[in-house]
């Protein structure tokens, strides 16, 4: 939530508006409270919008539609003003996760949960259908969890059931693997369609995973008109339930009526959102509303209580139009400061000023100084600090301005690596194996977790990921520091050379010797997908990287994989003298991949593996990369007969080398990294800063 600025509206007829909780291209929402304290989210035209007659006529109808839906199982209106002044729509909060965030925190549904929810939606969907509309746009982050159960949000795209066509074929708002056959191809649309993206939305809560795939939308849309939903996960005794809704004839969908009897409701059921970790999670989001409303109405409970510290993860239960036209929910993030596990306020990052092109080297920013235990060379800027292991054994951090040491914390077991946390957090192991999270600007302490970690592998926005000591993999909750499940692999994870990997779009991606690469589900970590042969010869670290949904792989070649199924997408090497080189560390900067290939560093089309940067000749074999501003840096020896090493800094604009900065000779280890303008060279114990050209 963001506090109200220059030109913001204080009230919205009986709403004083406190805050924003987002805004689009053409529209905001507020957060607001009436005379009797109830909280609304209050969504609201922009000024210059309001007279577009159009625009005004899709936020009456919208407004319109949700008010005339009276089911207990849609976010209730509680007022509007679609005539004269600003148009707005005031709804209430709803306070629970929506059904991906569930899903993705806590994992698929158990059957009876499943059946559970259907019976709920089943029920609402009736109300929908029978106040004459078809919602359109069902899907998992459309249904809120609360207390009292699901409740369907966003009536932005609702239309009457007469007269539903689309103009052309592919014009339809339809989110790919949710809307029905018909929406894809442009036909007519009834109450079938929200019944097909019922049955996509429960093989989603029982498994986790989409009921069509695809590389790509167009791919989704193609096996939603032509291929099969993907029902081998859902549990045995649902499959037979849901597979019918997703018939491609409309004709052969069971209506809501016939479905309540197969999802009847049973005794007890309501306390499935009630008890357990997903009500725990409602919970903590009830009690964030109440404690906002009191502070805004000056409640004496709430005093001292600041309202940036009152910020969990509450739905809205309405709709905001977002720029491009479409529709969608509005969130507020995070959790109240005196959590542990809340995120404090993130550092700026200091920005190094570039220098001008030049004949000779710059001179160093700062450096060398002392700073790294012997054998480490990972450097990890956070903003303002650069996290590396301490000459001690200990996990420090030193200023990107100066390089002078902030502070350190002992007992740590650096060989375990550590992550960033949203560049708010730094995440290590600590020598007992547990799992201990500080402040990256300060380090303060912020919380410990039990986790038996061997190794750090990853770390997505609901958990960190690790190797355990038995060589198991594990998800350790950012949210509590609980286990969030403990999974068997076939991977090797106690090797020599510790695993390392990534984690993003539901997929923990694991790579290990001797080039083996394994994909699990990030919400269970059960096995998705596996490669056996991606090593180069001489079994080199594999260090995946991801961009959107490709993960990327060096080692023989460098190989772009689908992250969701590991189906490659497109694959590079560099031939010299008939002899294949191996690829480096992989570098992901803007939409280009970057890779050492024998003697060259090339830079690749992330989308297709089209060659778009390639450096001078020389020897780059296995050299890390680095990216900043006009320049990209890599390491080789020193000609024959000089000791040492080089940094070697090109040009991204010409290709052309740039300058060089001589590292000393046999002091075992060498790394680089790069970010505000700098490059951090890694050279033994010692660590610079070099400057980087505009």
């Not at 839906?69 to 209430?92: D, F, N, Y």
């Amino acid at each position: 939530m963001r506090p109200l600025g220059t030109g913001d509206p204080i009230r919205l007829g009986p709403y004083r508006l406190l805050g924003i909780l987002g805004e689009g291209g053409m529209g905001k929402v507020y957060i607001g409270q009436d005379a009797a304290g109830t909280a609304a989210a209050v969504k609201v035209l922009r000024p210059e919008m309001a007279h577009d007659q159009g625009l005004a006529q899709r936020f009456v109808r919208e407004a319109r539609m949700a008010q005339a839906v009276t089911s207990k199982g849609v976010a209730r209106v509680l007022g509007a003003q679609t005539e004269g002044g600003r148009p707005w729509i005031a709804t209430e909060f709803l306070a629970g996760p929506t059904l991906d965030q569930a899903v993705g925190a806590h994992g698929p549904f158990d059957e009876a949960t499943v059946r559970v929810l259907a019976s709920a939606l089943v029920r609402t969907l009736a109300d929908i259908h029978a106040a004459g509309l078809i919602h359109r746009d069902i899907k998992p982050s459309n249904i809120v969890l609360t207390s009292s159960g699901p409740r369907i949000i966003d009536f932005g795209i609702a239309r009457p059931e007469h007269g539903l066509t689309l103009t052309t074929t592919g014009q339809a708002p339809v989110t790919p693997g949710y809307g029905a056959p018909e929406q894809v191809l442009g036909q007519r649309v009834g109450p079938p369609a929200d019944v097909f993206s019922l049955g996509a939305v429960l093989v989603h809560a029982s498994t986790g995973e989409q009921a069509f795939g695809g590389a790509h939308v167009a791919a989704v849309q193609y096996e939603v008109v032509h291929g099969a939903p993907r029902l081998e996960h859902v549990p045995q005794q649902l499959a037979p339930l849901v597979a019918p809704c997703l018939a491609k004839d409309p004709a052969q969908r069971p209506t809501p009526a016939q479905m309540s009897v197969v999802f009847a409701r049973t005794r007890g059921a309501g306390r499935i959102w009630r008890h357990g970790p997903l009500a725990a999670d409602i919970t903590q989001r009830e009690r964030t509303v109440h404690q906002m409303t009191t502070l805004a109405s000056g409640s004496g409970a709430s005093r001292g209580i600041s309202r940036r510290r009152l910020v969990t993860a509450l739905a809205v239960g309405g709709t905001v139009v977002a720029a491009g036209g479409g529709a969608g929910a509005w969130w507020l993030k995070g959790r109240a400061e005196a959590d542990p596990f809340a995120l404090p306020p993130a550092a700026g990052t200091p920005e190094a000023d570039s220098v001008p092109e030049s004949t000779g080297p710059p001179e160093p920013l700062w450096g060398p100084v002392r700073a790294l235990g012997k054998g480490s060379t990972q450097v990890l800027p956070v903003r303002d600090v650069l996290l590396v292991a301490g000459p001690d054994g200990s996990l420090a951090a030193h200023g990107v301005t100066d390089g002078k040491q902030r502070w350190s914390a002992p007992g740590i077991d650096t060989k375990a690596g550590f992550l960033s946390l949203s560049d708010a957090l730094v995440a290590a192991v600590d020598t007992k194996g547990r799992l201990v999270a500080f402040v990256a600007s300060s380090g303060e302490r912020r919380w410990t977790a039990p986790a038996d970690a061997h190794k750090l592998l990853a770390t997505d926005e609901w958990a960190v990921y690790l190797s355990t000591k038995e060589g198991r993999l594990r998800s350790i909750s950012r949210s509590d520091g609980t286990v969030r499940w403990t999974a068997p692999t076939e991977a090797d994870l106690l090797t020599e050379r510790r695993p390392t990997g990534v984690a993003a779009k539901g997929r923990l991606v694991v790579a290990t010797q001797p080039g083996q690469v394994v994909a699990v589900d990030s919400a269970d970590g059960s096995a998705v997908w596996n490669i056996a042969d991606q090593a180069s010869v001489d079994l080199a670290l594999i260090q995946p990287t991801v961009l959107g949904d490709t993960v990327f792989l060096n080692g023989a070649s460098l190989t772009a994989r689908n992250l969701a199924d590991g189906m490659e997408l497109w694959g590079k090497s560099e031939m010299v003298d008939g002899k294949l080189q191996p690829s480096g560390p992989p570098l992901v900067h803007t939409d280009t991949v970057y890779t050492s290939q024998g003697p060259y560093v090339l830079g690749y089309k992330a989308t297709d593996g089209t060659e778009v940067w390639r450096s001078p000749k020389s020897y780059f074999m296995y050299s890390p990369i680095a990216v900043q501003g006009d320049t990209v840096c890599a390491m080789n020896p020193r000609p024959a007969g000089t000791d040492g090493v080089e940094v070697r800094a090109m040009s991204h604009d010409t290709g052309k080398q740039a300058w060089t900065h001589t590292l000393p000779a046999d002091v075992g280890s060498y790394g680089m990294d790069g970010d505000g303008n700098r490059i951090f060279v890694v050279a033994g114990e010692q660590l610079t800063a070099l400057p980087v050209f505009g």
